[in-house]
Each structure stands twice: as structure tokens, then as C-alpha cells.
Nanobody
Framework: QVQLVESGGGSVQSGGSLRLSCTAS????????MGWFRQAPGKGREGVSC????????YYTDSVKGRFTVSRDNHKNTLHLQMNSLKPEDTAMYYC?????????????????WGQGTQVTVSS
């Protein structure tokens, strides 16, 4: 049984930082591209960042470039998202997801497994 469990969310003030983590089990972690997505109330799910199995390729949506950094530890089956200079518009539920391909796309429909999410709230 595949499980993705996110942690590290919370409430911070504008300009603050958070580090999200996602621990995977029940799958061969290195066979999957991993992604971070977010969904704000009343909005659709938005791709934030992805990283290929080796970590050699990463991608960020424009709104987080220069502020967020994605990384993975294949020995520990974990995915991270370091979020700096947070803004109120970053407020959302953040999800990690796993896709069984070797490239980096942020199309939610291409991801096979999803976590339950962790809430990030940024106040002004």
C-alpha cells in the first residue's frame, strides 16, 4: 500500500519560512518523479514544483521561483520543499504526489499517488 505523508505545515507571518516534508512508503521511490501541489479555498489544484528521480531536474511554477527549493533524499524516501519569503498568496493546502515517469511535469492528472496534504497559512 502506497502512502505519502506530508508534514511541516503551519502558520507564519509574511516573509517567514517553512520546510515541508513528504515521506513515502510502499513504492520504489527512485522510480517516481515527485511533485508538490497546492490548493487554496475556492481554487483549483496548482502545480508548485517537481523533481525527477535523481534530483537532476527540477521545475518551479513562476510564482515561487527564487523563493522555494525542492529536494529529495532517496535513501530516506523523503521529499522536501523549503519555502522562504512566504506571501499571503502562498496560503493553501500543500500536497505531495508521485508520478511514474522520468520527466518533470506539473500536470495533476499525470500523478498517480497523493498525500493527504498539510496546511500552510501566511498572514500579512
Amino acid at each position: 500500500q502506497v502512502q505519502l505523508v506530508e508534514s511541516g505545515g503551519g502558520s507564519v507571518q509574511s516573509g517567514g519560512s517553512l520546510r515541508l516534508s513528504c515521506t513515502a512508503s510502499g513504492l520504489t521511490f527512485t522510480s517516481y518523479t515527485m511533485g508538490w501541489f497546492r490548493q487554496a479555498p475556492g481554487k483549483g489544484r496548482e502545480g508548485v514544483s517537481c523533481i525527477t528521480w535523481s534530483g537532476s531536474v527540477t521545475y518551479y511554477t513562476d510564482s515561487v521561483k527564487g523563493r522555494f527549493t525542492v529536494s529529495r533524499d532517496n535513501h530516506k524516501n523523503t521529499l522536501h520543499l523549503q519555502m522562504n519569503s512566504l506571501k499571503p498568496e502562498d496560503t493553501a493546502m500543500y500536497y505531495c504526489a508521485a508520478a511514474p515517469f522520468r520527466y518533470c511535469y506539473l500536470s495533476p492528472g499525470d500523478y498517480k499517488y497523493w498525500g493527504q496534504g498539510t496546511q500552510v497559512t501566511v498572514s500579512s
